[in-house]
């Protein structure tokens, strides 16, 4: 009798043993199940400068997570979808993804003129979304602006223009102490707006007079004219907040008038595309960044060399954001304690465990702020003239 109570307390000990490590580690086993996500990205139009690098980034990351034994045994199934850079379009393709393929979470889109689309959408059916591109002003936490309720499934791993922007004119203003600026901005969609919008709001604080802003539709193929505006008032820097293709047919033009002096941009200068449409003559032109190829974190010498063995060429910045979306969600369900058989509530489980991630990753290591947004080294890049960048300054967070 007294070897069987033994035996019985040791079982009991052991179960409960076994309780205290699931409980620790955020879940049993998920051996055998699938954890589908959806990427909502812009593989063509105007954002099809970054949305590609973004589905590559991610799909290694998935493989990598895959071919390691999963999250927690399970396996990603990623569903990219490109939707054509069109705000309606990314709408639609959310609703579907979120309530008829019963996808966890959404990453994307691309483009901030998409997600006050998708965004407030996914806040409203209580799926996350981890926007991994998206730059402009209320994405987080107030995706549902002029609203003062807080979004909480919604979270940026990008860096926002509103941190981007006045980095670079500052660093800019120090290096430089320039007097005088032209703004070209596309006035057709959010990111390029708010861009506009954040550089005339910073300018002033740098004691540099903004002469002009000049506004244009990204839908025009002849911007000479609104370059030839610009240049003929001979500033010190010329501003331009603008997407895909643009800056770089700016940069050429009015090199092309014999300008020489600064562009400074924002996040649609930060991929090798626009730097190499650019060419020579977008050497110099400077931006803030998210991440810099050759940072020093361990996690991103590994991310580079993995991207480059898979792709045969250099990530970027939207690649590496792309790469650290799907690292946060697949640590974040790692600890989520996910049942596989109530999908609302796997969801919001998922969403508390997001707000708690803390990995390293290409992007240094990181942990989302209370309101879902980053906190992060900021890297000042300048375009080198062949289709790469090198590193200014760095800019380390603030405690």
């Known amino acids: 009798m007294k070897r069987k109570r033994v035996i019985v307390g040791l079982l009991v000990a052991l179960v409960l043993a076994a309780c ?56 990603i199934d990623l569903e990219v979808r490109d939707d054509a850079s069109d705000k309606a379009q990314s709408a639609q393709q959310a609703q579907t993804m ?23 959408l996914a806040e409203n059916l209580k799926t996350p979304i981890l926007a991994v591109s998206t730059t402009g002003i209320h994405i987080v936490p107030d995706c549902n602006f002029p609203s003062s309720a807080p979004c909480k499934y919604v979270f940026r791993d990008s860096l926002g223009e509103q941190t981007a922007i006045p980095d670079n004119i500052k660093a800019y203003s120090d290096d430089k102490h320039p007097a005088s600026g032209v703004l070209l901005v596309a006035q057709d969609d959010k990111f390029s707006s708010d861009g506009g919008q ?23 193929a002849d911007l000479s004219p609104y370059v030839t505006q610009a240049v003929q008032l001979k500033p010190d820097v010329i501003f331009i907040t603008s997407l895909g293709g643009i800056p770089a047919k700016i940069m050429i033009e009015a090199r092309k008038q014999g300008w020489t002096g600064q562009f400074l941009g924002g996040n649609g200068f930060n991929t090798a595309t626009v730097s190499k449409q650019a060419g020579k003559s977008g050497e110099g032109a400077r931006s803030a960044s998210a991440w810099y ?4 974190f361990a996690s991103n010498a590994d991310f ?9 060429s250099d990530p970027d910045q939207f690649a590496a954001q792309g790469y650290t979306g799907i690292k946060i969600i697949a640590d974040a369900a790692k600890r989520a304690g996910l049942t596989f058989s109530d999908l609302p509530g796997d969801r919001d489980k998922l969403r508390a465990a997001m707000e708690t991630v803390n990995i390293d990753t290409p992007l240094g290591p990181f942990q989302f702020t209370s ?18 960048f090198s590193l200014v300054h760095e800019i380390k967070p603030t405690t």
Do not use: C
Not at 100 to 110: F, I, S
Not at 293 to 296: A, K, S
């Open 304 to 312: 580079v060399s993995a991207y480059k063995q898979k792709y045969g």
């Open 371 to 388: 309101n879902h947004d980053v906190k992060q080294t900021v890297w000042v890049i300048q375009m080198d003239g062949n289709g790469g």
């Open 198 to 220: 954040i550089v005339q709001d910073t300018v002033s604080k740098y004691n540099i007079n903004l002469l002009k802003v000049i506004k244009f539709s990204k839908t025009e």
């Open 98 to 120: 979120i309530q008829q393929d019963q996808l966890m979470a959404l990453l994307g889109p691309t483009l901030s003129n998409s997600a006050v689309g998708v965004h407030p």
């Open 20 to 75: 205290g490590t699931t409980a620790s580690s955020g879940g049993s086993s998920y051996q055998g199940k699938t954890i589908k996500l959806g990427a909502l990205l812009s593989i063509t139009g105007a954002g099809g400068v970054y949305g590609p690098q973004s589905r590559d980034g991610m799909k290694l990351a998935v493989e990598q997570i895959n071919g390691s034994g999963g999250v927690n045994g399970a396996q």
């Open 293 to 296: 190829i050759g940072n020093t």
